[in-house]
């Protein structure tokens, strides 16, 4: 039987100082000469397609294809000045954890190791590398064109399947809100909830995950609860 894993990215493995969300408000300034963010918009465990979609609706502009990829690729040109002037952090025991599950499966390593976030594809390994953690996943699922996390996740498992990762074997989506368990439970996922982002234990707990930690500052416990 085969492990899979596959992160989200913001919350969970990583904390960017909120860095997506001050590129794309920038990006509205920019492109659009919106100067009051003024729409009160969610970001934590939305996928990016869906938070552009409601940014430039709530902001009286069209949402054509052509608007959002004018909008997009600003984005992508402002992102890495955020991530930098914004600090942000790897959270704790997350490079441990990573490190631990490579050793684990040293025949399959990066290859059963992936991302599942809402970040579009770029943007979203942006991230990973400006931390320096993209070398430990091969693979990935965002946001890019689905509103729906859920969809995102049926991509994943698309791919999982393509790949020869059978209903058999064990798959865990690892991530820190209440959407991250909902699309597990799309796709039939086991799921690891984390209470490392601006959802608390108490906040995860209705949604029924099938294990919830508060942090990955024990990653010999997390590997415990993954390969049990």
Known sequence: MSHVFLFDIDGTLLDSGHAGQGAMEEALRIEFGVEEIDC????????????????LIGHGLKSTNEQFTKFQQRYFTLLPKHLNKRGGCVLPGVRQLLELLSARLPACSRE?????????????WMKVQHFNLEHHFSFGAFGDQHRDRDDVARDAAIFLKQKGISDRDTVWIIGDTP????????????????????YSREDLEPSKPDALVDDFEDPDHILSILFR
């Open 179 to 198: 959407a991250d368990v909902q699309c597990a439970r799309a796709i039939g996922a086991s799921v690891l909830a984390v209470a490392s982002g601006i």
């Open 40 to 55: 009160d918009i969610p970001f934590a465990g939305r996928t990016d397609r869906g938070i552009v979609t409601d940014l």
């Open 112 to 124: 059963h190791v992936g991302l599942l976030t809402g970040n579009f594809e770029q943007s979203g």
